[in-house]
Antibody, heavy 118, light 106 residues
Framework: EVQLVESGGGLVQPGRSLTLSCVASGFPFEDFAMHWVRQAPGKGLEWVSGISWDSKNIDYGDSVKGRVSISRDNAKKSLYLQIYSLRVEDTALYYC???????????WGQGTLVTVSS | DIQMTQSPSSLSASVGDRVTITCRTSQNINNYLNWYQQKPGEAPKLLIYAASNLQSGVPSRFSGSGSGTDFTLTVHSLQPEDIATYYCQQSFSGPRTFGQGTRVEI
């Protein structure tokens, strides 16, 4: 069974940094691209960042470009997202997501909540 | 970036109705269009990938069609458990943009 377990969320002051983690199991993590998708309270889905299986291809959403860094450790079956200079508008549930056929997302974690507030 | 226009933003239907949700993209994405279902308090679930391919385990009353810039998700006989918000998403290029979502109520 595929499992994606996020951690690292919490209450953070504006301007601070945070690192989110995701541990994967139940599939060959090293063979798949992975992504972060977020959802602000009561709002829709927003793609944040994606990374290829070998970390050679990385992309970021326009709203976070320059303030986030995605990385992965295939030996640890882990995905990371560092968010710098946090803003109130970064408040959201952050999902770790596995890529599937044609770039779709077939497995989602339960999310880790990031709340940015003073 | 590719823009997504999903409609309607919400709809109300009866059990057994046929429900159609549309998604239009700002440029040709071939068939790189996916559909997700999100129930309250849950993570999204993949329903359809590559415009018309039913994900394993998804009931056959769901279907997807379209190519290029215009796509459709159809629920052929709405069931109470289909109450959810539905999102389209393009995976053709650049940021993997999502539609704004369609809330389906009974």
């Amino acid at each position: 069974e595929v499992q994606l377990v996020e951690s690292g969320g919490g209450l953070v002051q504006p301007g601070r940094s945070l690192t989110l983690s995701c541990v994967a199991s139940g599939f060959p993590f090293e063979d798949f691209a992975m992504h972060w998708v977020r959802q602000a309270p009561g709002k829709g889905l927003e793609w944040v960042s994606g990374i290829s299986w070998d970390s050679k291809n990385i992309d970021y959403g326009d709203s976070v470009k320059g303030r986030v860094s995605i990385s992965r450790d295939n030996a640890k079956k882990s995905l990371y997202l560092q968010i710098y200079s946090l803003r109130v508008e970064d408040t959201a549930l952050y999902y770790c997501v596995k890529e599937y056929g044609s770039g779709s997302f077939d497995h989602w974690g339960q999310g880790t909540l990031v709340t940015v507030s003073s | 970036d590719i823009q997504m226009t999903q409609s309607p933003s919400s709809l109300s239907a009866s059990v057994g109705d046929r429900v159609t949700i549309t998604c239009r993209t700002s440029q040709n994405i071939n068939n790189y269009l996916n559909w997700y279902q999100q129930k309250p308090g849950e993570a999204p679930k993949l329903l359809i990938y590559a415009a018309s391919n039913l994900q394993s385990g998804v009931p056959s009353r769901f279907s997807g069609s379209g190519s290029g810039t215009d796509f459709t998700l159809t629920v052929h006989s709405l069931q109470p458990e289909d109450i959810a918000t539905y999102y389209c998403q393009q995976s053709f290029s650049g940021p993997r943009t999502f539609g704004q979502g369609t809330r389906v109520e009974i």
